[in-house]
């Protein structure tokens, strides 16, 4: 299976300025990204998706392709990564080079562990999924099942999942999950066809909530430091 692996690195970025080439310990944000995809050897190929000069100069001196500019329209607050990732397979399609899926690898979530990129592949096409994601447990005291919802009385609250009665044992939940943004999988006629990375084969990859960091605001990068320092003491102990 021919799987293109996708980072998106757009210039604007207003919760942590230029955040996709500020430095996170020793290297760039991006950097982690392009560890992993080169990591990887289940990935095809791997290239950059990126409207910013300085990003583009600083990825085409490693092995990830940077093969265009994205356009402005693509570049927006309100762009999607649909869109992007679309642009991407059209770019690489009218070229004669097709993929039968596509690895968004998003530069906000640095910690992957070694090894995660390639697991996450293989289940994915091991099962003959049409997408995958990675995913982190949802607490208890969140399951959807314990979650209320204001019903047509907006003084009254249901139960989110509609059941008439609540599950009363914490052990009698069923597992929950919720997207942490590492990896997205997809079969590319399901994002050209369907216009979706979530399809009805769904598949999923447990992460390591001990890498887990999302970063979007300052106070994300903040804990994305210490996140760091914890990772390197325990990868010497």
């Known amino acids: 299976?021919?799987?293109?692996?996708?980072?998106?690195?757009?210039?604007?970025?207003?919760?942590?300025?230029?955040?996709?080439?500020?430095?996170?310990?020793?290297?760039?944000?991006?950097?982690?990204?392009?560890?992993?995809?080169?990591?990887?050897?289940?990935?095809?190929?791997?290239?950059?998706?990126?409207?910013?000069?300085?990003?583009?100069?600083?990825?085409?001196?490693?092995p990830v392709e940077v093969p265009f500019k994205r356009p402005a329209q693509l570049s927006e607050d309100t762009s999607t990564s649909l869109g992007v990732i679309k642009h991407a397979i059209s770019f690489y399609a009218d070229k004669g080079e097709?993929?039968?899926?596509?690895?968004?690898?998003?530069?906000?979530?640095?910690?992957?562990?070694?090894?995660m990129l390639d697991g996450a592949i293989e289940k994915f096409i091991d099962l003959g999924a049409d997408s995958l994601i990675s995913v982190l447990?949802?607490?208890?005291?969140?399951?959807?099942?314990?979650?209320?919802?204001?019903?047509?009385?907006?003084?009254?609250?249901?139960?989110?999942?509609g059941e008439p009665q609540i599950i009363s044992r914490r052990q009698d939940l069923p597992e929950a999950y919720y997207r942490d943004g590492a990896?997205?999988?997809?079969?590319?006629?399901?994002?050209?066809?369907?216009?979706?990375l979530l399809g009805k084969q769904l598949s999923y990859f447990e992460s390591d909530i001990n890498r887990y960091v999302n970063i979007d605001l300052p106070e994300d990068w903040v804990y994305a430091e210490r996140k760091l320092a914890k990772l390197r003491l325990y990868k010497k102990a």
């Open 1 to 62: 299976m021919r799987i293109l692996g996708i980072i998106p690195a757009r210039s604007g970025s207003k919760g942590v300025p230029r955040k996709n080439i500020k430095m996170l310990g020793d290297r760039p944000l991006i950097q982690y990204s392009i560890d992993s995809a080169l990591e990887s050897t289940l990935l095809s190929s791997c290239c950059l998706s990126s409207d910013d000069d300085e990003i583009i100069d600083y990825v085409a001196r490693t």
């Open 98 to 115: 097709h993929y039968d899926a596509i690895c968004l690898l998003q530069p906000t979530y640095p910690f992957r562990e070694q090894g």
């Open 137 to 161: 447990p949802v607490p208890h005291h969140f399951n959807p099942h314990w979650v209320f919802e204001p019903g047509a009385n907006a003084d009254y609250l249901n139960i989110a999942t």
């Open 183 to 196: 990896i997205y999988i997809a079969k590319t006629e399901l994002v050209m066809q369907q216009n979706t």
